[in-house]
T-cell receptor, first 108, second 116 residues
Framework: TQLLEQSPQFLSIQEGENLTVYCNSS?????LQWYRQEPGEGPVLLVT?????EVKKLKRLTFQFGDARKDSSLHITAAQPGDTGLYLC????????FGAGTTVTVRA | GAVVSQHPSWVICKSGTSVKIECRSL??????MFWYRQFPKQSLMLMAT?????????EQGVEKDKFLINHASLTLSTLTVTSAHPEDSSFYIC????????????FGPGTRLTVL
């Protein structure tokens, strides 16, 4: 069983601050995806990272995939209340395995 | 982008009854759909992989006779929770792969099941 561990579990910050969420696994995945989920809705894909060492930027969000393709991080710069949500990482190896998620709250 | 819908969005039923949840890919064909379950403040747990025209593949610990999956067409998969009990109350989410390729799954909005 491939396990993905996310940290921290909860994160509460003030608007304008930066935050980083980590996703670690003991297994190698062919790709890793980050999702954001609002309460009562399905997850929405933010990014897919495929290559070890890859860095992708999506406006204020920066995603990194570790060289060994076992870990990843999501960094948000100047967080806004609209960034509040559950952030999930998921490793793909013929099927998606989700981490436990990080609940991010950005206070105005 | 690709859209996946679920129906109903929420359902309340009595213990012992069966409930059917539909998952539809609205603007693309999906030979493979997935069913997940998510308990409050927890992550998504894959229940089964639904393949059009063949039997579903269930994850370890998921009872195939309790969670019946039918994928009769390239745009529709159904999950039937049979003889539902309060512990089956959860948020059920489906996702679908586009047949044309890529490993991006498009997720439905989820169905909230409450068993009284």
């Amino acid at each position: 069983t491939q396990l993905l561990e996310q940290s921290p579990q909860f994160l509460s910050i003030q608007e304008g601050e930066n935050l980083t969420v980590y996703c670690n696994s003991s297994s190698v995945f062919s790709s890793l995806q980050w999702y954001r989920q609002e309460p009562g809705e399905g997850p929405v894909l933010l990014v897919t990272v495929v290559t070890g060492g890859e860095v992708k930027k999506l406006k204020r969000l920066t995603f990194q995939f570790g060289d060994a393709r076992k870990d990843s991080s999501l960094h948000i710069t100047a967080a806004q209340p609209g960034d509040t949500g559950l952030y999930l990482c998921a490793g793909y190896d013929y099927k998606l395995s989700f981490g436990a998620g990080t609940t991010v709250t950005v206070r105005a | 982008g690709a859209v996946v819908s679920q129906h109903p969005s929420w359902v309340i039923c009595k213990s012992g009854t069966s409930v059917k949840i539909e998952c539809r890919s609205l603007d693309f064909q999906a030979t493979t759909m997935f069913w997940y379950r998510q308990f409050p403040k927890q992550s998504l747990m894959l229940m089964a992989t639904s393949n059009e025209g063949s039997k579903a593949t269930y994850e370890q610990g998921v009872e195939k006779d309790k969670f019946l999956i039918n994928h009769a067409s390239l745009t529709l998969s159904t999950l039937t929770v049979t003889s539902a009990h309060p512990e089956d109350s959860s948020f059920y989410i489906c996702s679908a792969y586009q047949t044309s390729g890529g490993n991006e799954q498009f997720f439905g909005p989820g169905t909230r099941l409450t068993v009284l």
